[in-house]
């Protein structure tokens, strides 16, 4: 095993248990999965009904892009389809089974810039997910202070609730280049309504910096929502901290 792989390995499994921490709130028991692209052919991502707390790496299933792309273009396929599907994409055919969550995983780190991607279901963030449209709107659209914008990017895509799985993946897909096409750049965050939350990015500091990011201001969010009500910075004041020297410094600095 090149040392690359080996450094990725490990990266993964510490993200993975950072993201699987009891006292965090961003997933339990089974929830959540995480994964990163190896080469230009495959990804690791963690084996179906394991834990994020305690990840071992016999559970990361190394799985090859072209096995699972073609599925975010297919028609509607049965449950067994799928397990048949996720079990051709393993490189290594005595690997577990793949989560069934690989399919999104595959897309989004086939896009430029995205390397990394952590999959949770956090508390505060899921209160405001849970709440119907008006306030999953406003938290993926606006912004509420600087470092919120400077770990999770100016804006987020959100995706009504479907069926995990295949049909997920599909809207995922087409909810994420919607946003490429509006934004010129892939997104950091992901939200996903009555479910949970999706960090992309460069480095494994960086999807836990916008996963535990967005978690906080989930809970100012649901804070504010108890008083006044949260105010959100104009969208000039977004743009701004967006494009500041002083905070692409800070972001290089924290490797996000
Ligand atoms: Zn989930």
Redo the contacts with the bound molecule.
Sequence with gaps: MSDSIREKITAVLKLSHDLGREERGLAMLG??NTSCRLDAETFLVKASGTSLANLEENQLVRCRFEALLPLLAAAAMTDEEVAQALLASRVDPTAPKPSV?AVFHAYLLSLPGIEVVG?T?PIAVNQILCAGDGPSRRFAEERRFPDEIVCCGAKSVLVPYVD?GTVLAQRIREETERFVQAENRPPRVILLQN??FIACGATTGSVLAATLMAEKTARIFVGAAMMNGPTALTPQNVARIDTRPDEHYRQRMLKL
């Design positions: 929830e959540g969550e999959h279901h995990p479910h949970g």
